[in-house]
């Protein structure tokens, strides 16, 4: 069947090196982009409860499920702790699942999440990244997703609608991976992703089937003719192997994140680095370290510092779990000092400093000479974050780099009205 197009469609038959007819091109969004996903990827079960801005990635499923584009259980839930419970047990009998939500509706549902990362159910999910309550707001924030963060949760960030799909497609191919069945979450920040709109590669159903193998549970399927037990009562003797056996998956998660992008980089011509992006960091000086949507008033700031013979770099996180050491350290083991801008916030923590900021400093530990790292906090609940404010936070970043013990120190909150 072929992809749906939407009213601001840009039909164009696109040459890749799949050959021809690897896709079409579409102006949509990044929800659109994700709905596209579960679509191509033939899921079985999706769940839905509303909250902003996830919501919209439901409406797109559903408006495809009622032009007969897709066919899939479209479940309507009475909470967000249902929807996920749902799919949860959905997924033991070897259904492909999706699921999502935002904010505290994300939180609303922990005790699933937590449970389902503990079962190594391959459950992919979307978090439409939200300030969390209260405030109340609908902002972007990073601290909703980054609850899971330490759960068994593989959790990424990006920063495009076509990310966004390459990305979904590629979360199944390693989530549902039996060397990991883990679940994966894939952060995509409220509003400047969900709602915005770009030109998007939507690959061809036979590129994908190519690509995305079914989903197979083998001996661990939950069925009358196999009789296993899930979610087991574990005594005491037993949680350390347990949770050994997650730290196992999870590690072995690289691996398999590098053989898929490696398989999307040579069937669909794009895909890039695993788990980092870097940009302008051939000859950089000091480099800015960030998230999501983010990188686009970065790279604009970093091209214009450039212009006046600033070296300045950038290294985009795009995969947080598995935590990116070997790549940061080695992107980073020329600069003098480190700026991270992190879009959330980790009250009490070590030089108070966001929860990037935190896992960079203890990646970069090891390292010989390791560079001075300053961290920044910007953008919570939606602010912009300017050109003005990352060519700010570069000075900072500059100043460590000369010498200034102080700059290392402490957190700076960016844009902050006083």
């Known amino acids: 069947m072929s992809p749906p197009k939407t009213a601001t469609a ?27 996903a579960c679509r191509l990827a033939d899921v079985d079960v999706i769940t839905a409860y509303p909250i902003r801005p996830y919501d919209t990635v439901m409406q797109y499923v559903s408006q495809m499920i009622s032009n007969g584009q897709f066919d899939c259980d479209y479940i309507v839930a009475e909470s967000e702790h249902s929807q996920f419970e749902i799919v949860k047990h959905a997924s033991t009998v070897g259904a492909r699942v999706f699921v ?50 330490d759960l ?79 979610a087991p009562q574990a005594n005491e003797d037993w949680v350390m192997e347990i949770r050994r056996q997650s730290d196992a998956a999870m590690r072995r998660a690289r691996k398999v994140l590098i053989e898929a992008y490696e398989d999307l980089n040579a069937k669909f011509g794009r895909g ?19 998230m999501g949507t983010l990188a686009m008033p970065v790279k604009v700031a970093v091209r214009k510092m450039r212009e006046q013979g600033r070296k300045v770099g950038f290294v985009r996180v795009r995969w947080f779990r598995p935590f990116p050491s070997e790549e940061l350290q080695q992107a980073l083991s020329e600069v003098q000092a480190v700026g991270v801008i992190d879009r ?35 953008g919570l ?23 200034d013990a102080t700059s290392d120190q402490d957190t700076y909150w960016i844009g902050v009205r006083e």
Request: hydrophobic residues 45%.
């Open 272 to 290: 890039g680095e695993p788990f980092i992006e870097r940009y302008m960091m051939e000859d950089a000086e000091v480099a800015l370290v960030g």
């Open 152 to 230: 068994g949760w593989m959790l990424c960030w990006v920063a495009t609608a076509q990310e966004a799909l390459d990305t979904a497609l590629i979360a199944y191919r390693v989530a549902e991976d039996q060397r990991v069945f883990l679940p994966c979450a894939i952060s995509c920040d409220g509003a400047f992703l969900t709602h915005s709109q770009s030109i998007v590669n939507v690959p061809s159903q036979e590129a994908v089937n190519s690509f995305l193998p079914p989903y197979e549970r083998g001996d661990k399927l939950l069925h009358p003719d196999n009789p296993i037990t899930i």
């Open 344 to 378: 959330d916030y980790g009250f009490g923590s070590a030089f108070h400093s966001g929860v990037l900021a935190n896992d960079l400093r203890s990646a970069l530990y090891p390292m010989e000479r390791r560079p001075k790292i300053v961290s920044f906090v910007a």
């Open 381 to 403: 609940g939606g602010r912009e974050v300017s050109a003005a404010n990352v060519i700010e936070i570069t000075d900072k970043v500059f100043d460590a780099a000369g010498g």
């Open 10 to 36: 840009k039909k164009a038959e696109t040459e890749g090196p799949g050959g021809p007819s690897a896709g079409s091109e579409e102006l949509i969004s990044g929800s659109e982009a994700i709905a596209h």
């Open 100 to 149: 999502g939500s935002s904010g505290v509706g994300w939180l609303y549902a922990f005790e699933a999440l937590a449970v389902t990362a503990g079962l190594r159910l391959p459950m992919v999910a979307m978090v439409g990244n939200r300030a969390l309550d209260d405030p109340g707001a609908f902002g972007v924030e990073h601290n909703d997703a980054l609850a899971v963060r």
